[in-house]
């Protein structure tokens, strides 16, 4: 799927908590979609203690 830059994108979450972002993940991920090959889903490392 493409999504041009100026389309944009909104998230809802529900319940009471924030979510949290795994950064670890964002930046596999990102790397992955920048790439030759393009994005390649991937499991979600375990998050950094902190």
Known sequence: MWLH???PLYF???G??????NRAWIE???ASANS???LLLSS????PAG
């Open 36 to 38: 030759g090959q393009g």
């Open 16 to 21: 009471g908590k924030t979510p949290s972002l």
């Open 28 to 30: 596999v991920l990102t």
């Open 5 to 7: 830059n100026s389309i």
């Open 44 to 47: 979600e490392p375990a998050a």
């Open 12 to 14: 809802k979450y529900y």
